[in-house]
């Protein structure tokens, strides 16, 4: 941040998310750092009308996260921050497929690097429905930029891939998404194969495919990735978890074309993909990679680590205050949850266990601050 002023307060946003337990609403954020009344309407305007720029910031913390040396992995998975009324920007109506409700909702996808066993979350990109990019008084009165339009998750996805592959040096690295509800899961792959990037990315289980076999390319039908696996025998592997520890499970596989997209006669890029047999039956994501030469173990393994970016998001919503923000304007989102991000990567990276909750507005004092 490039003026003084800024960089006080923003040091002061981050000590009372830091330190302060439960809801991080403003008024308790500012109750726990200073006695001064007047530091509350301080931060209100620090986070909804200062013109910092929070891409600028975001940036920077992708690179200090980056210097710790994250494995070459990037998650990318989504936020759901259910919400009172219809104000805030990007609230809209939204089916959770996990909790299968319908909830009035902002929804956001983060993308998070893990250094060690830790998953730090480093970009958001808030998902705005048509009924906000295509109403001229709500686009003013929330400030959103005239650049953004309405676009689907999956264009979502693809917009953080391409931010942290210009922030980071990891030219290698595999992008790891739940997709499983996007309809339109295809053009993420396709745009994925464009950018040469690897990728593990949960589909929804009737994506059609092309079962690979000894006939001529191109002649096979179509069929659902469900259909195609389930009738594959599984195979025993070992599953390594985040935390190091280990299990078994058994792995349905299959070698698949995807169809549209070879030209002619050739068939496309080779794909894999597989999921896990549930013994009790309970619904399992079916996966698709082109890492088609890695073991079942890794691939397993890779996908392990969504269920822990979830736990992390369920964290961040506890502990830093990322279903907190009061305001509502799109400036003022994106200025609270990379400030969050940024107590997050604080916490995580710097081993802290205290923070100093004092803070009266004075600049030598705003320095000594997280």
């Not at 009165?141 to 689907?152: F, G, K, Q, V, W």
Request: glycine residues 8%.
């Amino acid at each position: 941040m490039r003026r003084a002023d800024q960089r006080k307060w923003a040091h002061a946003y981050l000590a009372g998310l830091l330190a302060t337990p439960g809801k991080k609403s403003v008024r308790r954020l500012a109750g726990a750092i200073s006695s001064d009344p007047s530091v509350i309407h301080s931060l209100r305007q620090f986070i909804s009308l200062s013109p910092w720029d929070a891409d600028v910031v975001m940036g920077e913390l992708t690179r200090w996260v980056a210097d710790h040396r994250p494995e070459p992995v990037w998650t990318i998975s989504r936020a759901i921050l259910p919400k009172s009324g219809d104000r805030s920007v990007g609230v809209h109506r939204y089916f959770d497929p996990t909790s299968g409700r319908t909830l009035n909702c902002q929804l956001a996808l983060g993308s998070f690097l893990r250094v060690g066993t830790a998953q730090v979350p480093v970009d958001w990109s808030l998902h705005l429905s048509p009924s906000w990019t295509e109403d001229r008084e709500r686009r003013r009165d929330a400030r959103i930029p005239d650049s953004e339009e309405h676009l689907p998750l999956w264009a979502h996805a693809l917009r953080l891939v391409d931010r942290l592959s210009s922030r980071t040096e990891s030219s290698s690295a595999l992008v790891l998404a739940d997709m499983s509800d996007e309809p339109d899961v295809e053009h993420l792959l396709n745009g994925l194969n464009r950018r040469r990037q690897d990728f593990v990315v949960a589909v929804p289980p009737h994506l059609p495919v092309l079962p690979v076999g000894d006939g001529t390319p191109g002649t096979t039908e179509p069929v659902g990735a469900k259909s195609l696996v389930s009738t594959q025998n599984p195979e025993l592997t070992v599953v390594t978890l985040p935390d190091g520890r280990q299990r078994r499970a058994r792995i349905r596989t299959s070698l698949v074309h995807l169809p549209g997209c070879g030209l002619g006669r050739c068939p496309g890029p080779l794909y894999r993909v597989f999921t896990e047999v549930d013994a009790d039956r309970n619904p399992v994501p079916m996966w698709l990679t082109g890492r088609i030469h890695s073991s079942l173990a890794q691939l397993a393994s890779l996908t392990a680590l969504n269920a822990e970016t979830q736990a992390v998001i369920g964290s961040l919503k506890r502990d830093f205050g990322l279903l907190d923000f009061e305001g509502r304007s799109y400036p003022g989102w994106y200025h609270h949850m990379t400030l969050v991000s940024a107590a997050c990567a604080y916490w995580c990276l710097n081993g802290l266990t205290t923070v100093s909750p004092s803070f009266e507005g004075h600049d030598d004092r705003a320095q000594r601050v997280p």
